[in-house]
């Protein structure tokens, strides 16, 4: 038997542009109409239609003075392709924003810490890749590993999400955690606080869309037994938890990039010592993202981790 000739791209095309003159005929029930939102000539609707009819050897439609109707094969014709039609179309549609999405890095960011290290690192990568533009937006906590396997970000920023498997995780740096404590608190006058000082004290995590500002799944793993301070989940951004800590309703926690640069009024930072008082930037994306540029921003974060002293080291220097 011979075998069937493959159908070359063109005839793939020429395909989808028929099946798109009987939806829209299907759709409005005129060939007038259909053409009027097709932006082509009746005749080419009419023609286009005709053509099909023809290379399936059915008729798809009746027509007469009001318009065109589907025939009852035409209908059940129809209702098999619809699903087929519609996938090929988003194809087309993903396969030509993927083409333009090529020079767009997306980078997703949940309440990470680090500002500093990130924005060095984007300030690097935007000198060494001009020619590619970043899109950078928040995204809550339990989205982060759903995105990037779903390619709705090529790369996330964000504290550690336990065990990963589904995609890349690799750690490129640690900061200082930093306590905000209201002014008037006896903690404001110490140089540094351990998490003993923090013992009983209301330990405030913002919760809302911008997620919490570190890692605090791991919070009891953190503190020692006896140590620890009463966490209160607030179901709250960033901005209602400092208020929070204004009024002298507990304490709250963030890197040091951000407590440096920071500065809120009825309040003082102060730089956590001692085990466990660093907090991490992870990032995860696919090995699988076809862009370079992915793995061209990997390779320069791994070199600033490299080169950039850890705050670990020098933790005594600078806060004794």
Request: with cysteine; charged share 25%.
């Amino acid at each position: 038997m011979k075998s069937a000739k493959p159908m070359s791209h063109d005839a793939y095309g020429n395909g989808l542009r028929l099946l798109s003159y009987v939806f829209a005929a299907k759709e409005y029930g005129s060939l007038r109409q259909a053409a009027r939102e097709l932006r082509v000539r009746e005749s080419s609707v009419s023609r286009n239609v005709v053509k099909l009819e023809q290379l399936l050897q059915m008729q798809l439609f009746e027509r007469d003075v009001r318009g065109v109707r589907l025939t009852e094969a035409g209908r059940a014709w129809i209702d098999v392709v619809r699903t087929h039609y519609e996938g090929l179309q988003e194809a087309f549609r993903d396969t030509a924003r993927g083409n333009t999405d090529a020079k767009t890095l997306r980078i997703g960011l949940c309440a990470v810490a680090g500002g500093g290290f990130l924005k060095r690192l984007f300030d690097r990568f935007r000198k060494s890749c001009p020619d590619v533009s970043l899109a950078i937006e928040d995204i809550p906590r339990e989205q982060c590993l759903t995105a990037v396997r779903r390619r709705r970000f090529d790369i996330v920023f964000a504290p550690g999400l336990g065990k990963v498997m589904s995609c890349r995780a690799e750690m490129f740096w640690q900061e200082r955690v930093f306590v905000l404590v209201p002014a008037s608190h006896p903690l404001a006058e110490k140089r540094i606080v351990t998490w003993a000082d923090l013992a009983g004290m209301r330990l405030l995590v913002p919760v809302g869309t911008s997620g919490p500002l570190l890692d605090f799944s791991m919070l009891e793993g953190m503190v020692a037994d006896g140590c620890r301070p009463t966490v209160k989940m607030c179901q709250a951004g960033q901005a209602t938890v400092i208020f929070n800590v204004q009024l002298g309703q507990g304490v709250t926690l963030a890197g040091e990039s951000f407590a440096r640069t920071v500065a809120i009024d009825a309040t003082a930072w102060k730089p956590l010592d001692g085990h466990n008082s660093l907090c991490s930037i992870k990032a995860f994306w696919l090995e699988t993202n076809p862009k370079s540029a992915v793995l061209r921003l990997i390779g320069l974060a791994r070199r600033m981790a490299n080169t950039i002293p850890n705050p670990e080291q020098s933790q005594s220097a600078r806060f004794r």
